[in-house]
């Protein structure tokens, strides 16, 4: 993958009341460390040696160090009882994600002299956060052992990783969304509030470019590795040099207009004009910018492609952006589903797109043209999509997005693309997902989700759900597939 993610650094920074041992903390500090970098390794960690921090002083101190370390994530670890106002002044002025745990006592016989009381100091430390409106990531249990704090901090990495990416993040956007497509056209105040910076652009500015690179001296090169990637499934060699001139238009658009920004994601255009006027269809280089760690995402879809970049971070692996697509026909369910996997009918449905999902994530793979566009265009002006079957594991859905009235929403649940072939076209997997028919009616549809959902493929939502705590969305705001017994705000109880 591409350089298109943070580096997570996290300095581990142990703090002190003054009325209790210093040497409590110092020890449990070492103690972190060493549990940490056993089961881990150490490049994720930074231990702060300068002081034990007990006061205002030793704060800005503890700030210096770590910043000169390179740390772009803190970790504010209660080693004791820990002096409120400076430990939550840490993080107020740490220029990145912060996260807070404490010590466990360690023994029955050690309950005079060393006992810390950090179990009292976390209830402090959060109400001094929310005193100052500082975010931080509490852990579900913030308490314990040097090794389940090393375990908190290490389920801190994807968080912080997503986290520092949104602020340092440039979305650059190509043209309106198309007609018709509403649904992806959300108010980009929220973004902004994120520290998201967003470059739009004409599909003409665009175009242009595109033409500024008739000819490059590079277009064999790409087409020679499109052709190693595709292998038996390179069905249409003749659309690969202009697809390969498109791709060095966005990755030289990327490097002439990130700016000071480290990291970059692409809301592309794909259609009605783009086609006819290009005389291909993008689809396949998205899916391959995409597997590069650079998320595209189609028809404009600027929150989606937010999404894209979050699931980047926490996953640390390609993505892709599909549609909630279809139904599974009920014969192909009795036939391949019924009996052999535990869900539903309405558990299941197809995920789908064109074909942007990178190669990797596909069974199998052929470059073909857009079926649905070719219904109503000449066949060779459509050809571009990477088809083919999601390959079986498992992934999570999930998406944030702005209402139309700058509520910042989001939703994620796990589930899996199942070993059915979908027998259909594009880049396309039958997707289960426990409860999934409540949740598209009383989440997905409630809350007015547009139908292009962000994929990450894996179980990530422990880490999503804690990202969109952290960056402001509300809890009731977050939506999730609730299990059959419990009942949805909206559902029918009758």
Same mark, same amino acid.
């Given at each position: 993958m591409m350089n298109n993610t943070p580096t997570v650094k996290i300095g581990i920074v142990a703090v002190s009341r003054d009325c209790f041992p210093e040497s409590l903390s110092v020890n449990r500090r070492k103690a972190l460390v060493a549990a940490y970098e056993k089961k881990y390794g150490k490049e994720d960690i930074y231990e702060c040696p300068v002081c034990i921090v007990e006061s205002e002083i030793h704060m800005v101190q503890a700030l210096e160090d770590v910043k000169k370390a390179g740390c772009n994530a803190l970790c504010v670890y209660l080693g004791n009882f820990g002096p409120e106002i400076s430990e939550t002044l840490l993080a107020k002025h740490f220029d990145g994600p912060v996260m807070f745990c404490a010590a466990a006592e360690e023994s029955q016989a050690d309950l005079m002299d060393g006992r810390g009381d950090a179990y009292c100091g976390m209830l402090n430390a959060s109400y001094n956060l929310k005193l100052r409106n500082i975010k931080a990531y509490i852990p579900e249990y913030p308490v314990g052992t040097a090794e389940e704090c090393a375990d908190m901090i290490r389920e801190f990495v994807p968080i912080a990783c997503a986290v520092d990416g949104l602020k340092n993040l440039k979305i650059i956007s190509f043209g309106p969304r198309p007609l018709n497509f509403l649904a992806c056209n959300a108010p980009i105040k929220q973004l902004y509030n994120l520290g998201v910076e967003i470059e739009e652009n004409s599909e003409l500015d665009l175009f242009e470019a595109y033409h500024k690179h008739d000819n490059d001296p590079r277009i064999p090169e790409v087409v020679a590795d499109m052709e190693k990637e595709l292998g038996a499934g390179n069905k249409k060699s003749e659309v690969l040099p202009k697809l390969a001139q498109y791709e060095l238009t966005l990755l030289d658009?990327?490097?002439?207009?990130?700016?000071?920004?480290?990291? =970059?994601?692409?809301?592309?255009?794909?259609?009605?004009?783009?086609?006819?006027?290009?005389?291909?269809?993008?689809?396949?280089?998205?899916?391959?910018?995409?597997?590069?760690?650079?998320?595209?995402?189609?028809?404009?879809?600027?929150?989606?492609?937010?999404?894209?970049?979050?699931?980047?971070?926490?996953?640390?692996?390609?993505?892709?952006?599909?549609?909630?697509?279809?139904? =599974?026909?009920?014969?192909?369910?009795?036939?391949?589903?019924?009996?052999?996997?535990?869900?539903?009918?309405?558990?299941?449905?197809?995920?789908?797109?064109?074909?942007?999902?990178?190669?990797?994530?596909?069974?199998?793979?052929?470059?073909?043209?857009?079926?649905?566009?070719?219904?109503?265009?000449?066949?060779?002006?459509?050809?571009?999509?990477?088809?083919?079957?999601?390959?079986?594991?498992?992934?999570?859905?999930?998406?944030?997005?702005?209402?139309?009235?700058?509520?910042?929403?989001?939703?994620?649940?796990?589930?899996?693309v199942l070993p059915v072939a979908t027998k259909s076209f594009g880049s396309i997997g039958v997707f289960a997902i426990k409860e999934m028919g409540r949740f598209y009616r009383h989440v997905l549809i409630e809350k007015n989700y547009p139908h292009h959902g962000a994929v990450a493929f894996g179980h990530h939502g422990k880490a999503l759900y804690e990202v969109f705590k952290y960056i402001g969305i509300l809890p009731e705001e977050i939506g999730y597939n609730q299990p059959a017994h419990a009942k949805y705000p909206t559902e029918n109880p009758f």
């Open positions: 658009w990327v490097e002439a207009h990130k700016g000071y920004r480290k990291y =970059v994601a692409i809301a592309g255009k794909c259609w009605p004009a783009f086609q006819t006027q290009f005389g291909f269809v993008p689809c396949y280089v998205n899916s391959r910018l995409t597997g590069r760690g650079i998320p595209v995402s189609c028809e404009v879809d600027i929150y989606g492609v937010l999404s894209e970049f979050i699931g980047t971070c926490v996953s640390q692996d390609a993505v892709t952006l599909l549609d909630i697509n279809n139904s =599974v026909p009920a014969d192909m369910y009795h036939e391949a589903i019924e009996g052999k996997f535990d869900y539903t009918h309405k558990d299941t449905f197809m995920g789908f797109h064109c074909g942007n999902t990178c190669s990797s994530k596909l069974a199998a793979c052929e470059m073909k043209n857009q079926k649905i566009m070719a219904r109503s265009l000449p066949e060779e002006v459509t050809n571009g999509t990477l088809e083919g079957d999601i390959a079986p594991g498992e992934i999570t859905f999930f998406r944030v997005q702005s209402t139309a009235d700058n509520i910042l929403r989001a939703y994620v649940a796990e589930g899996e």
